[in-house]
């Protein structure tokens, strides 16, 4: 069943009735409605083009948000063979919300890690929405210190509201092992990989986010933090969400002029959820692009061409 967006409530309706009508004729062989819910299926496309032709910022985070978007399980799945989960910080617990382990990817060894944020009521729950915990950051650390001996690159799927903010992680050192695992995104000698998928939100997110090379898909936003809680600190109002949408850029057009990313990754029309497997397969394909500028450099290199990129953020355009 097709979960419809708050702005897609119009095309819900569109294509509600063509269902009804196609659901009428089967109930009723003698029924010939095709040319009827044909006609529907017509207005609803033109419908669909004329929603995603210019979307905006806060538009763009519920469809980042959509419940129906491919996560980091599926994406594991579909392109990466002969997975191997890793779990455990070892030093605390491991957290559901970070999943990650070896692989192959295009018959390639590789060290793969996202935020999964799961896929109904109790994954989600399991999984907390994706909202990492300390030991979820220390487990990505051990992860890329394992792939960082062996010389195998680092895949990293970013889907999440952010780091999450209870106590308890508190209490571990939230913070520091957000720092420790961006700190160790910078030294590790191999390819990084990162593509953000859905949600990248605040240091949950540049935590596996400082990579060598980073592509968003085309309806996914990354920003400081989200616009609720932009507005809620600026304006003492949540409400407000959609100024904060358009004033943080957090759009993959923006941030791509800003060379905070690298690439854009062009979604089916209507989002990823419209066409997962598309979805998934272009991203694949955009990772196998980007793991190839990388192929034979060397570690020094590598490490270079990571710190250089995030040093030169902000200087577009500045005189030498």
Same mark, same amino acid.
């Given at each position: ?6 702005? $897609?409530?119009p %095309?819900?309706?569109?294509e509600g009735?063509a269902?009804?009508?196609r659901?009428?004729?089967r ?5 010939? &409605?095709?040319? $009827?819910?044909?006609a529907l ?6 419908m ?8 905006s910022?806060?538009?763009?985070t519920? &469809? ?15 392109i990466?063979?002969?997975y191997?989960p %890793? ?8 957290? #559901?919300?970070v999943?990650?382990?070896l692989?192959r ?5 590789v060290v793969?890690?996202? #935020?999964?944020k799961? #896929?109904?009521?109790a994954?989600?729950i399991?999984?907390?929405?994706g ?6 950051? !220390?487990?990505?650390?051990?992860l890329?210190?394992?792939?960082? !001996?062996?010389?195998?690159? &680092? ?6 509201p ?17 720092a420790?695992s ?5 030294? *590790?000698? &191999?390819?990084l *990989? ?13 935590a ?10 085309e309806?996914s936003v990354?920003?400081v ?7 809620? *600190? ?8 959609? $100024?904060?949408a ?10 791509k ?7 854009? *990754?062009? $979604?089916?029309?209507?989002g990823?959820? !419209?066409? !997962?497997?598309?979805?998934?397969a272009?991203?694949g ?7 190839e ?17 995030f040093?030169?953020m ?6 030498a």
């Open positions: 069943m097709t979960t419809y967006l708050e702005f $897609e409530k %095309l819900a309706e569109i009735k269902e009804e009508l659901a009428m004729a109930a009723n062989e003698q029924m010939d &409605v095709e040319k $009827e819910a044909a299926d017509k207005k609803a496309a033109h669909l083009r004329d929603l995603y032709k210019d979307l910022p806060w538009r763009k519920q &469809v980042a948000r959509h419940p129906d978007r491919p996560h980091c399980r599926d994406y594991i799945d579909a990466f063979a002969e191997t %890793l779990a455990g910080d070892r030093n605390f617990a491991d957290d #559901h919300a999943m990650g382990g692989a990817f295009n018959d390639q060894p793969v890690i996202g #935020h999964e799961g #896929h109904d009521t994954s989600r399991t999984r907390n929405f909202m990492a915990r300390p030991e979820g950051y !220390r487990k990505a650390i051990r890329m210190d394992l792939a960082d !001996r062996f010389r195998l690159p &680092v895949i990293t799927l970013v889907d999440t952010g780091a999450y903010p209870g106590k308890g992680a508190e209490e571990r050192g939230q913070a520091e092992a957000i420790r961006t700190e160790k995104c910078l030294t *590790i000698g &191999v390819p *990989i990162s593509v953000i998928i859905g949600e990248g939100g605040s240091g949950g997110a540049v596996f986010a400082t990579a060598n090379r980073i592509a968003m898909l309806h990354y920003s933090i989200s616009p609720e809680g932009c507005a809620s *600190i600026l304006w003492k109002d949540a409400e407000k969400m959609r $100024e904060a358009e004033a943080l850029r957090l759009t993959a057009q923006d941030l002029k800003l060379d905070v990313i690298d690439r854009i *990754i062009k $979604e089916p029309l209507g990823a959820q !419209r066409d !997962r497997a598309a979805t998934i272009a991203v394909s955009e990772i196998a692009l980007m793991l500028e990388l192929k034979g450099k060397k570690p020094s290199e590598i490490i270079k061409d990571r710190r250089k990129k040093l030169d902000g200087t577009k355009g500045l005189a």
